[in-house]
């Protein structure tokens, strides 16, 4: 009797290592690219030796060393200030703004955005630096 060879069926199997290979590389692009980001503004904050911990800021009054100022990444003139953050800190639990200035940003425009946040209703002012330990 004669060996007929039967025929072998095709493999259902899915081949997994290309699919692996390209979430690797997704996962490789996107940790790359994302440390790459630049931030919007390139401040320079006053440092500090001494440091507390605060909760995630709710509104962010930032100012550069120009003196431009931006409400929550917004920009806005320093006199529309104090009527764009009434609303925001009413309707805040809190009622405190953050302030992050430039260190070299002019000693008046820190001044005016703390009138701004008083006259808004805010009840306090935090102010963003970088953390620097003392030499001793």
Same mark, same amino acid.
């Given at each position: 009797?004669?060996? &007929?060879?039967?025929?072998? *069926?095709?493999?259902? %199997?899915?081949?997994?290592?290309?699919?692996?290979?390209?979430?690797?590389? !997704?996962?490789?692009?996107?940790?790359?690219?994302?440390?790459?980001?630049?931030?919007?503004?390139? !401040?320079?904050?006053?440092?500090?030796? &001494?440091?507390?911990?605060?909760?995630?800021?709710?509104? +962010? +009054?930032?100012?550069? =060393?120009?003196?431009?100022?931006? !409400?929550?990444?917004? #920009? !806005?003139?320093?006199?529309?200030?104090?009527? *764009?953050?009434?609303?925001?800190?009413?309707?805040?639990?809190? #009622? +405190?703004?953050?302030? =992050?200035?430039?260190?070299?940003?002019?000693?008046?425009?820190?001044?005016?955005?703390?009138? %701004?946040?008083?006259? %808004?209703? %805010? #009840?306090?002012?935090?102010?963003?630096?970088?953390? +620097?330990?003392?030499? =001793?």
């Amino acid at each position: 009797m004669d060996h &007929i060879p039967r025929q072998r *069926r095709p493999s259902l %199997a899915i081949e997994l290592s290309p699919l692996i290979d390209c979430v690797f590389l !997704l996962l490789i692009f996107f940790m790359l690219s994302s440390t790459m980001l630049a931030p919007a503004i390139d !401040l320079d904050l006053p440092d500090a030796a &001494i440091a507390s911990e605060v909760q995630s800021p709710e509104m +962010v +009054v930032t100012v550069d =060393r120009q003196g431009q100022v931006l !409400l929550n990444g917004r #920009k !806005l003139d320093l006199e529309e200030l104090s009527e *764009r953050l009434a609303p925001l800190v009413s309707g805040s639990r809190r #009622k +405190v703004v953050t302030y =992050r200035g430039d260190a070299r940003s002019d000693h008046a425009t820190f001044v005016r955005v703390l009138e %701004a946040a008083r006259s %808004a209703g %805010a #009840k306090h002012v935090d102010v963003a630096h970088d953390y +620097v330990e003392e030499s =001793r």
